[in-house]
């Protein structure tokens, strides 16, 4: 019997008492390389799968559950304008609606079928102010714009969801919903903590989105959103002798 050529440089100093008797027959011709420090004691199956998917199926079992929103009316029907025959058809009408718990805003506008008409909101100039329009001859076409001083801006391109829009050859109607938060904050407003609202509006001479023919400045009003307006707490001590002779 012969001594090893090259002896370990650091034996053992815990040799094996009992080695085994039964080796591995067939051991493994690729052992790893990093194996794990902390092996899994609970296997996830005794089998596990030999075809895995590879992506997510297109076709599920079932339609996702669609998302049921509780809408809180805040204002109805605002009159924004009436063109020259102030017929009702011809009017331009604003609704709101709210989800607190959604942080999601409904935007309902009605207007005369033959003209394009638009809103503003949260100012009483054009510029830098976010808007609505509403437009199209055969269709309802919804768009959103950032407005210029006196030009239209640009266009904003995502953000909103169209709901409903109808076209019933006398007047034009759309249900826009879009999150409080998006190109205007809408929620000082919905949650009172603001005492109004200003907006502006316009309608043109045709359905094709353009110069506008009439325009004008509106306000929405806290009380309109069910939000409690507290009293003045000092009156006046000596009021006016002279009233103004018409009240707006």
């Not at 815990?14 to 591995?24: G, Q």
């Not at 003209?115 to 609505?132: D, I, L, Q, R």
Request: aromatic content about 10%; charged content about 15%.
């Amino acid at each position: 019997m012969y001594p090893s050529q090259s002896p370990s440089k650091n034996p053992t100093n815990h040799p094996t008492l009992s080695p085994t008797k039964s080796p591995l027959a067939d051991p493994t011709k690729m052992p790893s390389v990093l194996p794990s420090r902390s092996p899994t004691q609970y296997p996830t199956s005794p089998d596990p799968t030999r075809s895995p998917t590879k992506g997510p199926t297109s076709t599920p079992s079932a339609p996702p559950t669609p998302t049921t929103r509780e809408w809180e009316g805040c204002i109805e029907d605002f009159r924004l304008f009436t063109t020259s025959d102030s017929s009702e058809t011809d009017a331009g009408l604003l609704s709101l609606d709210f989800d607190s718990t959604d942080s999601a805003l409904r935007l309902r506008l009605s207007g005369p079928s033959a003209k394009w008409f638009a809103v503003g909101f949260g100012s009483h100039v054009m510029e830098n102010t976010y808007a609505v329009i509403i437009a199209g001859q055969f269709s309802v076409e919804v768009s959103q714009r950032v407005l210029g001083e006196h030009h239209s801006g640009y266009p904003v391109q995502d953000g909103i969801e169209v709901e409903a829009s109808w076209d019933d050859a006398i007047s034009r109607n759309v249900s826009i919903v879009m999150d409080w938060f998006h190109m205007y904050d809408f929620s000082d407003f919905l949650l009172c903590r603001l005492d109004t609202l200003p907006i502006i509006w316009a309608h043109g001479y045709d359905t094709s989105f353009g110069y506008h023919g009439a325009y004008q400045t509106s306000t929405l009003q806290l009380a309109s959103c069910g939000c409690e307006v507290l009293p003045t707490a000092a009156p006046l001590a000596s009021p006016t002798s002279a009233p103004s002779e018409k009240v707006l």
